[in-house]
Structure formats: structure tokens, C-alpha cells
């Protein structure tokens, strides 16, 4: 039988205690339910009861969470689940990671950071290196953040422009099905990165520096013949490139530049005879200096909870032996006899 333990956290100050309950205590609610322990306000000590592993754990989370809140960060369901994480695998030292410098400020001057510690690691990796290759699954911020850095670099005017590029991947639509001209056609491909340079610039301020070629958003293959000097380049969604458009694309590289090249390897739309050009250049690139490969994961997701639990259900899907070996009994195509 596991021994069962009560431990007393002291909470110097009241403000930092309210922002870690939440709102009808729905952080503790969470904790609680993670760590199966019970935990009780009394005045400015909180009491957890549990099995001594599980209390011990809960303490640990609670603190990490007052050290954020002392430090100003808001103490939302994502930090919560994020903290927890760390604290079962031993990382909690790492708290202190996520409460570091701002990236940018949005239009409305909100201010972006990095909420993760993998999320720190690449954000380090973009300001260090001249290419970046981020990958992961969706909702951890891999593009969002790379415009934050862009916008950011921009406003330094360390750059002179950004340029935004994705490939315009038929992911079972036809361009020539949909209205309007070329652009407008591939619009909806870049719509992702439009959003994000609209909540960082504001729309006017957006499309007056679109307008002076300062900020461009463009399918990759406008990028063919080009050589980009002084420009932040992203290139999202760069599962869907060939191995030869991935090719064209690093050798646009110019001086004073810098690229971040974001994707997901488990959301390729290409033909099964084309290679990933992502998965591609991961490959031949890796450990050479002055590029970055950052491998973000399902932890590091910052949308939805359900987005990190679908991830990691279909990854461990993924990995069931019986899908990599195929079925005795599969005879072929039924085939009418004449």
C-alpha cells in the first residue's frame, strides 16, 4: 500500500494565489484531477493530501505556477497542462524558461512569448541561426512564432522586408475550380499567414507595407529565379514541397537574410511518388553549421487540449505493428470473371 502524505505549500502573496486558483478554481480542478491528490486553501497556505509520489508532484506544480504568477504571466489552462507535463517527467526546473523576454507586441499590444520550453528552444534557435527548419505537429505554434520573429526583425529593421511563401498544394481541391485570377486562387493557401500579419501589424499597417513591397505573401513558386537579400523568409507548410523545390527555395538565400522553414511530416500532401522536401532536407542538412533543425512535439501544443490528445492518439495509432505488416489474407483487386 502506497503511503499516504499531507504537505503545506505557504503563499506569500494573495494576488499570486488567485491567479493560480482560476476561475471557480478550475486550475486546481485540474491538478487535482492529474495527480489524484486533494488540495485546500486555508488563508495563504494550500493544503495536498494524496499518495506521497502524487502530493510531492503537486507541490512542485503549484510552486512552478506562483514563480510564473510572481513573475506576471498569465496562468491559463495551457500552462497548467503544460507545468503538469513537466513535473511528471522531472523538468520542472524548466519553469523558470517560460517566463523569458517578449518576441513582439501584437497591433493591440499584446505580447507574444514563446509558452513552451521547446517553444523557447526554437524561437533561441531562429535569433541564432541563419536557417531554421521547425517541425512538429499542428498547434505548436511553429509559423505563428517564425512571424513574430519576422515582425520583430522587421520593426528592428535589421531587415528591409518579410517574405512569406507556402506551396500551393492541391490537397484534394483544383486550383482552376476556384474564382477569380491567380491570386485569387491561391489566396486561401496563404490565408494562415495573411492572419497572423494582420493580428502582429494590424490590416491598414499590413496592407500599406504590402503595398510598398516591404511585407510579401506569395506561392513558393514565385521564388524561382530570385535571389533575397536583407528579407526574413518563411516558408510554411514545407511538407508539401518537392525535393527539388526545397532545393530552389534555400538557394534564394541572400546576404543578410534569414530563413525559417516550418512543417508537420505527418500532414503530406503530395503524390506518394514525390519525397517530402522537408523530411528531405532534415535529412541532408542536419549538423550543418549555421542551420537549425528544432523538433517540436505534441507537449509543446498550445491550442485546444483536445489537439494534443488527438496528436499523441494518432501517433500512437501510427506506431501499432499491425499496420506495418501486410494482411495474409488481402487477395488483390476482385476482378470479374468474363
Known sequence: MKKMVERILSVERVEDLIAVFGSFDENMKRIEEALE???????????????????????????????????????????????????????EDQVAQMAKDVVCLTAKGKPIKAKTVGQQKYMKAIQKNTITI??????????????????????????????LTRPAVEAGERLGFLPGDLQNKVDPYLRPLYDALYEMLGAETFQKYQERGSIEVAPLAYMRGRTLDDSFIILDEAQNTTKEQMKMFLTRLG?????????????????????????DAVRVLDGIKDIAICRLTAADVVRHALVQEIINAYEKDSQRPDLKKPNPNYKGRYKRKN
Not at 506544480?61 to 511528471?88: F, H, M, N, P, W
Not at 537574410?257 to 514525390?274: E, F, N, R
Open 134 to 163: 521547425g517541425v512538429g505537429p499542428a498547434g505548436t505554434g511553429k509559423t505563428y512564432l517564425a512571424v513574430a520573429a519576422a515582425v520583430a526583425a522587421f520593426r528592428e529593421r535589421t531587415v528591409n522586408r518579410i517574405i
Open 255 to 279: 546576404f543578410g537574410s534569414k530563413i525559417v522553414i516550418t512543417g508537420d511530416v505527418t500532414q503530406i500532401d503530395l503524390p506518394d511518388d514525390k519525397t517530402s522536401g522537408l523530411k
Open 37 to 91: 491528490v486533494k488540495i485546500v486553501n486555508r488563508g495563504t497556505d494550500l493544503k495536498v493530501s494524496g499518495e506521497e509520489e502524487n502530493a510531492d508532484k503537486a507541490i512542485r506544480a503549484l510552486e512552478g505556477l506562483l514563480a510564473l504568477s510572481a513573475k506576471g504571466e498569465i496562468i491559463d489552462e495551457q500552462r497548467v497542462r503544460y507545468l503538469i507535463t513537466l513535473v511528471r517527467e522531472g523538468n
